[in-house]
């Protein structure tokens, strides 16, 4: 059957030949915009009934990428692939050529063209949510957060009230306006989202990170519990949010409740996803630092970062693989890991791991210094890390366990005015609030000051 253009949910001219196609691609956009456990499925679905569908294959490998490991690297070119073959097979529109040149430019070490190839399409169809929420994930992956709000507010004039991707947008709206620090917007924003979508994870876990951010802990445990079918249909990001929820009840002293969530959902399924563990290794490394015994828990995430320490795609997982190895001791694997760390940042193979290379470098540093006790030099590096650390991307609430190793290093090496400096810059990033690790390290500080004079960090 010769392919058809035939407008989607969202009004996007898509090449199809077959009805059952066009219901699937419906189903994959609605998913990944939920960040749907069913995306998969929907998109094998519509693979299998239009092989030669390259806008299909394109997401696929788009969608791999997203999930920062190197094997899948492979399969990304795979569906790049399929994507040109299918070119070859059927005419494609502008804009789904475009989708193959983005997967194209990602694999070939340029994440920046990716992004540029997603504008693109937004420039002639503002209102494709696939390139919106695409161009948002990239740019996060790469702590681009004034981007983020940059590429979503253009769009928000396009959008009409009862456009079916409004709700979702508007959830990738609060989450930039929360990582850009207007919690007030952020918050009404998501609430918004959520009322006209109620799937949308993304849009519930923005007013979390409010919550966080802004110092309401019990606010924040209530509009979660009183939500969770918002995100019972995710795939892994439900093991965040489930995340948020342990982190303000640590907050609220709460701690059998903070271990019975990592336990039961956090690390139930036990997945070897990097955003899986870096969830798992923060909270552990919390709860540590707040003197709370974690058992043997450090193991079982030890087992399996031991086998990431040669993957390099992103910095931000390997700081918190490097967390693991820590935690669990496994002295040859954290070696192993730091040493492809430093050598990555000497000769970054593209645009994407240079920008992550200094501070990546010396948050590990940092981060095994603690970890053996070497409390000065483990506040020089982390210190040194912290003002570029966006870059390594996640978010503020995700950054928050680094800046906390490197407040408790500088207080741990007497460092005491470097430890109330760094409360104070963290503090004016959470709007002014103080939350009870905050108001314990100031105690410290100020039972350790006496008529003695602080050590200050020797100079470089």
Request: proline fraction near 4%; hydrophobic fraction near 45%; glycine fraction near 8%.
């Amino acid at each position: 059957m010769d392919p058809d253009m035939i407008d989607d949910l969202f009004g996007q001219p898509t090449t199809f030949a077959t009805p059952q196609g066009l219901s699937d691609w419906n189903a994959v956009q609605l998913g990944f915009l939920a960040h749907s456990a069913a995306t998969p499925g929907h998109l094998a679905a519509v693979l299998k009934a239009e092989p030669d569908f390259a806008l299909g294959h394109a997401a696929r490998g788009l969608f791999f990428l997203l999930l920062g490991r190197r094997e899948l690297y492979q399969t990304a070119r795979e569906a790049l692939a399929a994507a040109r073959a299918a070119m070859q097979a059927q005419p494609v529109t502008p804009r789904e050529a475009r989708y193959v040149a983005a997967l194209a430019h990602w694999l070939d070490g340029a994440p920046l063209r990716t992004i540029a190839e997603c504008e693109a399409v937004l420039d002639e169809t503002p209102t494709d949510p696939l390139a919106m929420k695409l161009s948002q994930a990239i740019r996060f992956l790469l702590g681009d957060a004034a981007g983020m709000r940059a590429s979503v507010e253009r769009l928000l004039p396009a959008y009409a009230h009862d456009h079916p991707a409004r709700g979702y947008l508007l959830g990738c709206h609060a989450f930039a306006l929360e990582e850009t620090g207007d919690y007030l917007r952020a918050e009404i924003a998501g609430r918004q989202a959520l009322w006209m979508a109620p799937n949308d994870a993304w849009g519930l876990h923005a007013v979390a990170h409010v919550h966080d951010m802004t110092g309401r802990a019990r606010q924040g445990i209530d509009w979660l519990a009183a939500r969770e079918s918002a995100w019972a249909h995710c795939n892994n990001f439900r093991y965040h949010v489930w995340w948020h929820k342990a982190l303000m009840h640590l907050e609220t002293g709460e701690t059998e409740q903070v271990l019975a969530l990592y336990d039961d959902r956090i690390r139930k399924d036990r997945t070897d996803d990097y955003r899986d563990i870096s969830n798992a290794t923060s909270l552990l490394m919390r709860l540590e630092l707040e003197g709370i015994p974690v058992g043997d828990r450090w193991e079982e995430l030890a087992d399996l970062c031991a086998r990431r320490t040669g993957d390099g795609c992103l910095i931000f997982a390997d700081l918190h693989y490097l967390l693991a190895l820590n935690g669990a001791g496994r002295e040859a694997d954290k070696a192993a890991l730091l040493a492809r760390i430093s050598r990555d940042a000497e000769q970054p193979a593209d645009p994407f791991a240079k920008a992550m290379a200094a501070p990546g470098r010396d948050a590990a540093v940092g981060l095994v210094a603690f970890s053996e006790g070497r409390n000065g030099e483990a506040f020089h590096h982390l210190a040194r890390a912290d003002a570029a650390m966006q870059k390594a991307g996640g978010s503020h609430a995700q950054r928050d366990v680094f800046k906390r190793l490197t407040i408790d290093a500088a207080l741990r090496a007497g460092y005491l005015d470097h430890a109330e400096r760094f409360l104070n810059e963290r503090k004016n990033l959470r709007a002014g609030s103080e939350d009870g690790f905050a108001a314990c390290r100031r105690a410290l500080i100020s039972g350790a000051r006496g008529p003695a004079n602080a050590r200050s960090v020797p100079a470089e």
